[in-house]
């Protein structure tokens, strides 16, 4: 009886141990991090450069850089876990929203 009744609360915990694994990266994450990383400096050196453009040309520039950290949000999001995926995406979740804000008030429709 005892038995059983250990077998069954081991079976009801089974669920939350799985639960509780990590959830697993596709193999590709390791080269897609360190892609995302040099394409964030690159990004970063693009965006100091159209940072005396004429208005036209950086919003087209936002634009292109919201579109990228969409894509980066989503190697973030699918290849780490814990701490360091809730900060990076968080970080990203930010960024993209102050750069629709900045598209909104300074390009429009442009």
Excluded at 69 to 79: I, W, Y
């Amino acid at each position: 009886m005892i038995l059983r009744a250990a077998a069954a609360v081991l079976l009801t915990l089974v669920p939350t141990f799985a639960s509780a694994q990590p959830r697993p990266v596709p193999a590709t994450c390791t080269r897609d991090l360190f892609q995302n990383e040099a394409a964030m400096r690159q990004r970063q050196y693009k965006m100091q450069q159209v940072a005396t453009a004429d208005q036209a040309t950086q919003c087209a520039a936002w634009r292109d850089h919201v579109t990228f950290m969409q894509k980066a949000r989503s190697v973030f999001a699918t290849c780490q876990t814990g701490r360091q995926r809730e900060e990076n995406v968080a970080q990203m979740d930010q960024s993209l929203a102050d750069y629709r804000v900045l598209l909104a008030n300074r390009c429009g429709r442009r």
